[in-house]
T-cell receptor
Framework: EADIYQTPRYLVIGTGKKITLECSQTMGHDKMYWYQQDPGMELHLIHY???????EKGDLSSESTVSRIRTEHFPLTLESARPSHTSQYLC?????????????FGPGTRLTVT | AQSVTQLDSQVPVFEEAPVELRCNYSSSVSVYLFWYVQYPNQGLQLLLKYLSGSTLVKGINGFEAEFNKSQTSFHLRKPSVHISDTAEYFCAVSVGGGFKTIFGAGTRLFVKA
């Protein structure tokens, strides 16, 4: 079954550390996304990708960076973690005609920065 | 700019009772509308979507939603809920011509025995 994977599922890390959140999908989707999710709030788009070697910043300002070297892989990196980065991070992918995209989500990574 | 408002942050309901989760959107152009469900410790999964055609859309797990263009609403309904429907539900809109999706803040449905 095609799926989308995120690792780690949970991460507790100290301030100033560099971290990479992994996201992989086996569906061959060209579009991929990273969202930040906080309780009771909208999902905020922080990065997206049209395809290999194509990435854009989303609507929410973020100190993270992404890369898309392979279709199936879309990692998110924080160079220096801060307590304000504590949140749930969701990765998603999609395929389809413009505007009709339904998104397939990974299980999320819950990040705590102490 | 597009926006999505979910009118209830929490909806408690007894098992086998009907439920409606309300969603309003704002957009000056044609939109595509979605409802997603998120169970604890999981990602979101698609319940149903409206792209065009019939304004009544049926989804998985017995849910349905009605697109009302004049009221810019896309309310989600289920005639009889189960304990297993306890989850967070997100309404979302994407605008034709683009592939970014705007999500509402979510409605937590809590089904009581």
């Amino acid at each position: 079954e095609a799926d989308i994977y995120q690792t780690p599922r949970y991460l507790v890390i100290g301030t100033g550390k560099k971290i990479t959140l992994e996201c992989s999908q086996t569906m061959g989707h060209d579009k991929m996304y990273w969202y930040q999710q906080d309780p009771g709030m909208e999902l905020h788009l922080i990065h997206y990708s049209y395809g290999v070697n194509s990435t854009e910043k989303g609507d929410l300002s973020s100190e993270s960076t992404v890369s898309r070297i392979r279709t199936e892989h879309f990692p998110l990196t924080l160079e220096s973690a801060r307590p304000s980065h504590t949140s749930q991070y969701l990765c998603a992918s999609s395929v389809g005609q413009r505007g009709t995209y339904e998104q397939y989500f990974g299980p999320g990574t819950r990040l705590t920065v102490t | 700019a597009q926006s999505v408002t979910q009118l209830d942050s929490q909806v408690p309901v007894f098992e086998e009772a009907p439920v409606e989760l309300r969603c309003n959107y704002s957009s000056s152009v044609s939109v595509y509308l979605f409802w997603y469900v998120q169970y604890p410790n999981q990602g979101l999964q698609l319940l149903l979507k409206y792209l065009s055609g019939s304004t009544l859309v049926k989804g998985i797990n017995g849910f349905e939603a009605e697109f009302n263009k004049s009221q810019t609403s896309f309310h989600l309904r289920k005639p009889s809920v189960h304990i297993s429907d306890t989850a967070e539900y997100f309404c979302a809109v994407s605008v034709g011509g683009g592939f970014k999706t705007i999500f509402g803040a979510g409605t937590r449905l809590f089904v009581k025995a």
